[in-house]
C-alpha cells in the first residue's frame, strides 16, 4: 500500500462522488452494503490486477484490451509498447474506462484520461521500482518503445458482492 492519507481522502471523494451522481439502476446495485472505500481498494488492490481497458479509434469505435495494472498512489498505472494499436490510441484520445473484475467477489470500473509517465515525473522511479520488483525485470527491459501510463480518474466505484465476507476473507479489516 502506497497510498498517502491525503491520496486515500482525495480517492474517497472521488467515489463518494461518483456513486452518488450515479444512475439509480447502479446506484440499486453497488448500494451502501456493496460499496468499496478508498481504504478497502488500497488494501485489496496489490500487486498486478488483471485491467480491461477501453481506448477509441479514429473511427469512434471501441477497442479493449487487458492489461497488467497496478494500483499506486489511489490510481492504476500500466503499460504497453509504443507499437501497439492501444498506444497509438491513447496518444490521439487520452480518455479511458478502465475495469478491474475479480470474479463475482469485487470489481472497481474507472473513467478518465491517461497520462504517459516520464522518467521526470515525480513517481517514476518508485513506479519503476514497484514494477521491477514485481516482475524481477525493468518493464523499460521489455522493449525498445515501453510507455508508462497513469489514469486519472474523473469517475470511480468500486464494488464487492458481499462486502465484509470479502474483506475478512482477505485479512482486510472492515
Known amino acids: 500500500m502506497m ?27 453497488i448500494d451502501a452494503d456493496r460499496t468499496l472505500t478508498a481504504a478497502d481498494l488500497a488494501a485489496l488492490l496489490t500487486g498486478m490486477r488483471v485491467l480491461s481497458v477501453a481506448t477509441v479509434t479514429a473511427a469512434g469505435e471501441p477497442r479493449i484490451s487487458a492489461l497488467d495494472g ?3 498512489h489511489a490510481t ?15 496518444q490521439a484520445r487520452p480518455a479511458v474506462s478502465v475495469a478491474h473484475i475479480d470474479g463475482e467477489e469485487m470489481a ?6 491517461v497520462e504517459v509517465m516520464t522518467p521526470d515525473d515525480p513517481r517514476w522511479g518508485e513506479t ?3 514494477w521491477t520488483a514485481h516482475y524481477g525485470s525493468s518493464p523499460l527491459s521489455w522493449g525498445d518503445e515501453i510507455r508508462m501510463y497513469r489514469l486519472r480518474p474523473h469517475w ?11 474483506l475478512a476473507s482477505r485479512g482486510v479489516p472492515g
Open 3 to 29: 497510498e498517502t492519507a491525503d491520496e486515500l481522502a482525495n480517492l474517497q471523494r472521488l467515489l463518494d462522488a461518483s456513486h452518488a451522481t450515479s444512475t439509480e439502476h447502479l446506484r440499486g446495485i
Open 70 to 72: 497496478h494500483f499506486l
Open 76 to 90: 492504476w498505472t500500466f503499460s504497453t509498447s509504443a507499437t501497439a494499436a492501444k498506444a497509438r490510441h491513447l
Open 108 to 113: 472497481v470500473f474507472s473513467h478518465g484520461r
Open 128 to 130: 519503476i521500482d514497484h
Open 156 to 166: 470511480m466505484v468500486g464494488y464487492a458482492f458481499k462486502r465484509s465476507e470479502l
